[in-house]
Nanobody, 115 residues
């Protein structure tokens, strides 16, 4: 069983930066893809960015050029570097891990960007 623990959220002024972390623990076999999703109240959870086992990254258009997804395999940790943050980036961000045929979610952490 795999658990994902997120950290790094908080309050930041527009134009600032945050770095989200997602640490995986438990029995991990083959990681197919890891990603970050966001969900605002009343909205569907949507992809922010993900990265495959082969290192291929994918970004939503609304974060492209501002956010960078990365991973540290030795630490089983994934990161989302969030730069030039905008108030509309305010959301709860969730870590997602696809390991083999199974999918795991982090607990979510709040990112709030003030104007």
């Amino acid at each position: 069983q795999v658990q994902l623990v997120e950290s790094g959220g908080g309050l930041v002024q527009a134009g600032g930066s945050l770095r989200l972390s997602c640490a995986a623990s438990g029995t991990i076999f083959s990681i197919n893809v890891m990603g970050w999703y966001r969900q605002a109240p009343g909205m569907r959870r949507e992809l922010v960015a993900d990265i495959t086992w082969g290192g291929v990254t994918n970004y939503a258009n609304f974060v492209k050029g501002r956010f960078t997804i990365s991973r540290d395999n030795a630490k089983n940790t994934m990161y989302l570097q969030m730069n030039r943050l905008k108030p509309e980036d305010t959301d709860v961000y969730y870590c997602r891990l696809a390991c083999g045929s199974q999918v795991y979610w982090g607990q979510g952490n709040q990112v709030t960007v003030s104007s």
